[in-house]
């Protein structure tokens, strides 16, 4: 079993940057498919970047394709979520979430693919 607990957020300009962060407890950080959702008031949660096990594979919800970067670092079991050229349409909680993997398995891109999740950590854009 795995904990997550997400660090960043904030309130931005719009044309800001926020960097997630996403903190995992235990010793097997390294064998866990990683994603981040997010979810607005009245809307369903959707998924945002994911990211292999080892890191080598990224996907991306085409609207943030090219302005936020999944990232991890195995050593320190976090993952991060960095976001550039933030729209208020990005204004959300935002969660990260883990299932456990094999070096084979693919990005999941659906919330239910997900086995752990965190709190959420709530980022607002300002027009």
């Known amino acids: 079993q795995v904990q997550l607990v997400e660090s960043g957020g904030g309130l931005v300009q719009a044309g800001g940057s926020l960097r997630l962060s996403c903190a995992a407890s235990?010793?097997?950080?390294?064998?866990?498919?990683m994603g981040w959702f997010r979810q607005a008031p009245g809307k369903e949660r959707e998924f945002v970047a994911g990211i292999t096990r080892s890191g080598t594979n990224k996907r991306y919800v085409d609207s943030v394709n090219g302005r936020f970067t999944i990232s991890r670092d195995n050593a320190k079991n976090t993952v991060y979520l960095q976001m550039s050229s933030l729209e208020p349409e990005d204004t959300a909680v935002y969660y990260c979430?883990?299932?456990?993997?094999?070096?084979?398995?693919?990005?999941?891109?659906?919330?239910?693919?997900?086995?752990?999740w965190g709190q959420g950590t709530q980022v607002t854009v300002s027009s």
């Open positions: 235990g010793r097997t950080f390294s064998s866990y498919a």
């Open positions: 979430a883990a299932r456990p993997s094999d070096y084979s398995s693919p990005i999941y891109y659906t919330a239910r693919s997900y086995d752990y």
